[in-house]
């Protein structure tokens, strides 16, 4: 029953993904709506055993004189028996859309999901085709362990993130009782 509700809720949280940019703002919308993808390539990268170390997409603009490869859509890592143990999808140009990890026993014990996607004033189509260092990205992540070394994983830590930073408060959970310490960061 468990494994179906996994399985249920890791469907559903990827068709919400797939289908939706709200994390997108307006501006942000308004500034990439002409800007079109001319190819798309996927990248497959293997070990020296011939099992598939990774799997990457890339979508191909042409703005100006230059063309741009963008890492975009589905990216997945492999270990040498064949395990996914790290997914992460990224938006037309980029940007961390989701990032799941998973452990040797092939259980989710890490997701990212981004909340909102903005630009900063001054930033240009140029600017989110060469670096994301102008694009605003809040996430929120939870990150999940076990007491014992073969035990079911229960919340540990959850918080939100703000260009790779942690900001505000971030809870970390006692997986004996269920109490929890709260930790505030500051945005610098």
Request: glycine letters at 6%; hydrophobic letters at 30%.
């Amino acid at each position: 029953m468990k494994i179906k509700f996994v399985i249920i809720f890791i469907i559903l949280a990827f068709l919400k993904v797939e289908f939706s940019h709200s994390q997108h703002s307006e501006k942000y919308i308004e500034l990439t709506k002409n800007l079109k993808p001319i190819d798309s390539i996927t990248k497959i990268k293997k070990f020296r055993n011939g099992g598939i170390k990774e799997i990457s997409k890339f979508l191909v603009y042409e703005y100006g004189e230059y063309t741009y490869e963008i890492v975009s859509r589905k990216q997945q890592l492999f270990d040498k028996k064949g395990r996914l143990f790290y997914e992460v999808f990224y938006g037309n140009f980029g940007n961390l859309i989701y990032q799941k990890q998973f452990n040797n026993r092939n259980q989710l014990y890490r997701i990212i999901e981004t909340t909102k996607i903005d630009l900063k004033p001054e930033t240009t189509i140029y600017k989110i085709l060469n670096s994301n260092k102008k694009t605003i990205i809040e996430s929120y992540e939870k990150e999940y362990n076990s007491i014992e070394k073969e035990g079911n994983l229960k919340l540990w830590k959850e918080g939100k993130w703000l260009n790779g930073r942690k900001v505000g408060k971030w809870k970390t959970y006692n997986l004996c009782d269920g109490t929890f310490k709260i930790k505030e960061y500051k945005k610098k």
